[in-house]
């Protein structure tokens, strides 16, 4: 029987995407469609006296603008998760009131019958402000810090065990440093962009979303609308990186322009906007003090981060969560502080916390490992975590040191100089850097349904979405071993609020949490067909038992006798039946989950069926709760530093990932590639810059705001370790969305200070701050 997971197969959804026969949100062309056009605030805090859209309302191809004035009552949402549905100003629904909090804050929308008749007519519109002066400098307002209580999701955000204070005062050698990191934006190819049209009293949004149905029950709660008359499409999403993992005010604001002139409104963020009105992720200040023996052993950790949040909302950056398990020792403290600012609301993005919080802790590292004069790799070896100290856990499946010596191998880490600015090849410094890459391994409760017909081929549906990382790929991989079809005989279909609720994108979680659901669903489906077949007396398969049957090519047989058995197709017609179905939900999380309250409909017809499905049951019967969950990998740069320009070329990557089963080689390479070219931006080029004036922003484009580009690819090589986890998931897989970020802008910061002697410790390292160290 051939085992389609794992096999780097070609994306099923490739051919639809690079022949623009995949449909974005903002390719649905409702009949008699009109465009809507955002107008942001010009102030970063006041209130508008006066906003006259008189003018506007004249120009040519005009049909309404929307304001506070005339737009409908919104609802206050709950906090939630994005799982649940996250508006990301809680406290600050759109078009309410005359209030400023944030220079770009949506203040109006303009619907027009043509885009650029929207446009114009948006310039037209005139306010009048009433201005206060705003909080938008971090580093000046750091009095007004405080500690809050939890992060998203409850995460915990003051952590501490033993007494690092004194353990630190006391250790041998000390390192205390403090390390930042600026404002960075998603910049997902795709803008944010949302179709809205309302049919009676009923709601259908096209929307680019990482949360199907958590945006679905967010816009039924702030509409006020049944959740039953609100269905939600998102079948393609051109990234979204945390940014679509939030709800913003555009796709709530496209369904009330929508209601005002009853008529579909399509509304789409240019890039400009994605800058105030999308998310961010926040600025980080964060120090660090180690404390060692001679010998290079930890004895304390400390891990203080101050960061943004808006006044809008409270999102944490919990820079310090990695801190509380990578390494081994009895004393840490690992705490968080924000400032209120007048910006818009930061929020996830790819690898929250873990992103800026391992640059900051695998820098100090390095600078550590300098002062012991011990070798990188062989500090973190001495320091190795074989538990979760802070949980008391043990790990469901962990390889690092594995990690390390491949990734030292493959690098060529014997010719690093342990002496930094002193290899040279021509004019450039030759430089190695090594760091600690984690994530958590998250999971939670998914649905799915398996349909077989006569004709042999099958379908698979789950409300998740495919955000471009390829999930429809490895989902029909997963879906075709367990029913035993060739892939082209499955066809898996998401991003469809009306499928059995899937997981949201976020915290590297579908493929642990969809792929079981699918998994079992489909065995399920299979199950219902050996059952049919071996109580039948005109089947092959009469009397066998249900265990001795197998699967391959859409075809049932006798184990060790492949001759005796039949195709789904013979068994369908022979019993006149169009179909067979089967839903499964496997309830699973390994962390914290918000209440959905009862089941109805296809969530409560599933969770009947589950009792009876052996996967589900197996699944769900796994002891858990004695387990920690994280992805591990290692990350090792070369690179040279111009000598006389400061600009730094990487020559090489190396990443070793253990993150269980690989469900798909070629995707998961990608997937490890994209996020180091996220650490390569992080580290060298990508920074937010805010007018120091007014607090706008003002690199708010893709000329202004820097991102690697082809030429500034080095090679990668990315290994992985490949062992299945099978006490996450019976797949044996975890996430890797976000764990390919992880410790590499350290690597490259550590690999610029071995080539120059020159340690950058405030992010982006750009070739001013080089030249003028």
């Known amino acids: 029987m051939s085992e389609l997971v794992g096999k780097p197969i070609d994306r099923v959804d490739g051919k639809l995407k690079v022949t623009g026969a995949a449909t974005y949100s903002a390719e649905y062309y409702p009949k008699n469609l009109a465009y809507g056009v955002i107008i942001q605030s010009a102030i970063a805090k006041g209130r508008m006296k006066n906003i006259d859209t008189s003018i506007a309302e004249k120009a040519p191809g005009i049909i309404n ?3 506070y004035k005339n737009s409908m009552n919104l609802h206050f949402p709950a906090a939630g998760d994005p799982g649940a549905g996250k508006y990301g100003e809680k406290d600050l629904l759109p078009l309410q009131s005359d209030r400023i909090f944030y220079g770009g804050q949506s203040i109006a929308i303009v619907i027009a019958e043509t885009l650029e008749e929207a446009e114009h007519a948006a310039t037209l519109v005139k306010v009048d402000y009433e201005n206060d002066k705003p909080i938008f400098d971090l580093e000046k307002n750091l009095e007004k810090a405080y500690k809050p209580s939890s992060g998203l999701g409850g995460a915990p955000t003051q952590v501490k065990r033993g007494d690092a204070n004194a353990a630190f005062q006391s250790a041998a050698v000390k390192h205390e440093e403090t390390y930042t990191t600026p404002v960075y934006h998603h910049n997902a190819m795709e803008p944010h962009a949302t179709t809205a049209e309302w049919q009676g009293e009923k709601l259908m949004i096209y929307d680019s979303t990482q949360s199907v149905m958590g945006s679905k029950g967010l816009m039924s709660a702030m509409l006020g609308v049944p959740p039953e008359n609100v269905k939600l499409v998102s079948l393609y999403i051109g990234g979204g990186f945390g940014s679509k993992g939030f709800s913003w005010p555009n796709t709530v604001m496209t369904a009330m322009a929508a209601k005002l002139v009853n008529r579909p409104v399509k509304l789409c963020l240019s890039r400009q906007q994605m800058f105030t009105n999308a998310g961010r992720r926040t600025q980080t200040i964060q120090k660090i003090s180690l404390g060692a023996d001679n010998a290079g052993k930890l004895n304390a950790i400390k891990h203080a981060t101050t960061s943004e949040t808006s006044f809008v909302d409270e999102f944490v950056e919990t820079a310090g969560v990695a801190t509380t398990m990578l390494y081994s020792t009895e004393n840490a403290d690992i705490s968080h502080s924000i400032v209120r600012v007048n910006k818009g609301t930061p929020c996830p993005m790819r690898a929250p916390g873990e992103a800026p919080g391992v640059y900051a802790l695998e820098s100090a590292m390095d ?28 790990y469901s499946s962990k390889n690092l040191k594995e990690c390390y010596q491949r990734g030292a191998d493959a690098i060529g880490w014997s010719q690093r100089n342990t002496k930094p600015g002193i290899t040279k090849e021509g004019n450039y410094l030759i430089g190695y850097g090594m760091a600690t890459a984690t994530y958590p391994a998250n999971r939670s409760a998914s649905t799915a349904k398996a349909t077989v017909f006569p004709d042999g081929h099958a379908e698979i549906l789950c409300g998740t979405q495919d955000i471009g990382t390829g999930t429809y790929t490895i989902m029909t991989q997963v879906a075709a071993d367990a029913l035993g079809l060739p892939i082209d005989k499955v066809k898996v279909k998401l991003g469809d609020s009306d499928y059995p609720k899937g997981a949201n994108s976020g915290g590297s979680q579908v493929t642990a949490s969809v792929g079981p659901a699918i998994r079992a669903a489909a065995l399920g489906a299979k199950s219902k067909l050996v059952q049919l077949a071996i109580a039948d007396s005109k089947s092959p398969l009469y009397g066998q038992k249900e265990e001795a049957v197998m699967a391959d090519n859409g075809r049932l047989y006798v184990t060790n006798e492949s001759t005796v058995g039949e195709s789904y197709s013979q068994i369908l017609n022979r019993h006149g039946l169009d179909k067979i179905e089967a839903l499964a939900n496997t309830n699973v999380s390994t962390r914290p989950q918000q209440g959905g309250g009862e089941k109805q409909g296809l969530e409560k017809q599933a969770e009947e069926e589950s009792k009876t499905n052996t996967a589900v049951q197996e699944d769900e019967k796994m002891d ?71 607090g706008r922003v003002v690199t708010h484009d893709l000329a202004q705001y820097l991102v690697p580009v082809h030429a500034d690819m080095p090679e990668f090589e990315i290994q992985f370790i490949d062992k299945p986890d099978l006490i996450i998931s019976p797949i044996g897989a975890r996430g890797i969305g976000e764990i390919g970020i992880t410790g590499l802008p350290a690597a490259i910061a550590n690999a610029v200070y071995n080539a120059t002697g020159k340690r950058i410790r405030n992010l982006p390292i750009t070739p001013d701050k080089l030249i003028n160290a």
């Open 65 to 67: 603008v929307m304001t």
């Open 367 to 394: 600078e550590l490992s300098y002062k012991l004069n011990i070798d990188p790799v062989q500090l973190r070896l001495l320091n190795y975590a074989d538990t979760e100290e802070q949980k008391k856990q043990q």
């Open 624 to 694: 858990r709760k004695s387990y920690a969950f994280h992805s591990f990998g290692a990350q090792f740069v070369k690179l040279r530093v111009d000598v006389d320009l400061g600009t730094v070329h990487i020559d090489k990557i190396v990443s070793v990932m253990d993150i269980g089963k690989v469900m798909n080689l070629k995707t998961a390479k990608n997937q490890i590639m994209g996020g180091a070219i996220f650490g390569i931006g992080m580290a060298l080029m990508e920074e937010t810059q805010y007018d120091p004036n007014d």
